[in-house]
């Protein structure tokens, strides 16, 4: 039994995985191929770069105890509002808006964090309410107009391309080499903290077992990078995901901090009395979403090119599927950066694989919206047969 217990605990860590796998060969197969063409493969970088970073904060406001930030969509919009306004209307310098931008996003999120934390108003209430209000601001702030062109300097920080230092035609080798030493550097690190691991006393997988998971990332990440090479090489917008997601990865699983969360979505009551304020941890959480939403914005501006009313449309929605997708639990305490990595990847490529298929776009919500079902079904059934197997 307990052999059992620990073989469906094995699978159901890597059932979102095996689910990308199955989606990603799918779309590839119904559309000839296109689904992996190097320009569509920046698009799901380049489209979707907003779904990482939203995600990666959205986490921390779930694992809380399943709290959700409804208002993340519309302050993307309000952002990108201030941001356009100030750099097209005022003429304000590209990097002083965009420190402007940040400070907007942290106070936007201190502000909701206060009543969450410290007044204790519902966080559905809170950021419901901001949602309306931010939604109602960009527009007031931008008059129902789109403003365009962003300045370059601007549109080079989040909407351009590593360049090739070889200067070869048609292949970005720069872009290439990099993912071989980030391949190696991964294999490298994992190996390392195994051993330290294995030092320890803790418990570690064979090492057969993971020779072969390292090697089947790397081979997946030297793909991607060749698919990208075969473009334009790295999208700036890829370089800021990575930098979030492999800060926020050490946050979660290396600080103290990043333990509190989970602390508090496990036992609110019993964190509370071993001496952590929660409150603080309920503040950060929504801080931390307000910063992360600038840089989205920030992002968002620069991929439109312009500042709209209508920008960050359920961009809330596509953040709150990613982490349930990837394995976050519905009721807080339980998900990883790494697992919201995958959940929005699948994201990306249903988004990606349905308009390259050209699916009705309302079509489209309704798949993701099964999917999303999907994926807390599975949760909610597979934590009780959890419960049952340890009795």
């Known amino acids: 039994m307990k ?38 493969v920046n698009n799901l970088i380049a489209q979707n770069a907003y779904v990482f970073i939203l995600a990666t904060g959205m986490l921390f406001c779930i694992l809380t105890g399943g709290n959700i930030d409804l208002s993340v969509g519309s302050l993307v919009c309000f952002i990108g509002a201030i941001g356009g306004t100030m750099m097209i209307t005022f003429g304000i310098n590209p990097y002083v ?70 200067g070869m035609e048609g292949f970005n080798l720069t872009c ?14 994992e190996l390392l903290g195994r051993r330290r691991r294995q030092q320890k006393g803790y418990h570690v997988d064979p090492l057969l077992g993971t020779i072969i998971k ?47 969360f989970y602390a508090v979505g496990g036992n609110e009551k019993a964190t509370r009395l071993s001496g952590i304020d929660t409150n603080k941890v309920y503040f950060l959480a929504y801080l931390n979403m307000g910063f992360l939403a600038a840089v989205a914005g920030m992002i968002t501006v620069a991929r439109l090119n312009s500042a709209n009313p209508t920008a960050g449309n359920n961009y809330e929605m596509d953040a709150i599927g990613a982490c349930f997708i990837g394995g976050a639990s519905a009721y807080g305490g339980t998900g990883t950066v790494p697992g919201v990595i995958v959940g929005a990847t699948l994201m990306g490529v249903l988004n990606l694989g349905m308009s390259i298929m050209g699916v009705d776009q309302n079509l489209q919500k309704v798949v993701k919206g099964a999917v999303l079902m999907a994926a807390v079904i599975f949760d909610v059934v597979s934590k009780r047969k959890s419960f049952i197997a340890k009795q």
């Open 3 to 40: 052999n059992k217990f620990k073989f469906s605990e094995g699978l159901k860590k890597y059932t979102m995985v095996i689910v990308l796998a199955f989606v990603v060969i799918l779309f590839t197969v119904n559309t000839g191929g296109k689904m992996l063409l190097p320009q569509n």
């Open 97 to 166: 808006s965009l420190l402007a931008m940040a400070i907007i996003g942290v106070l936007a999120g201190a502000w909701q964090g206060f009543w969450i934390a410290y007044v204790r108003i519902p966080p559905f209430i809170v950021t419901l309410a901001g949602m309306l209000m931010f939604r109602g601001l960009s527009n007031v702030v931008l008059q129902g107009m789109t403003l365009s062109p962003i300045p370059n300097p601007f549109l080079s920080l989040f909407n351009s391309y590593v360049p090739d230092i070889f």
């Open 176 to 189: 290439f080499l990099i993912g071989i030493i980030a391949c190696l550097g991964f294999f490298v690190m």
């Open 214 to 260: 390292l090697s089947l990332i790397s081979i997946v990440i030297l793909a991607f990078m060749y698919k990208l090479a075969m473009y334009k090489g790295i999208p700036n917008a890829l370089i800021w995901v990575t930098v979030v997601i492999g800060i926020y990865s050490y946050i979660t699983s290396k600080t103290t901090t990043g333990r509190y």
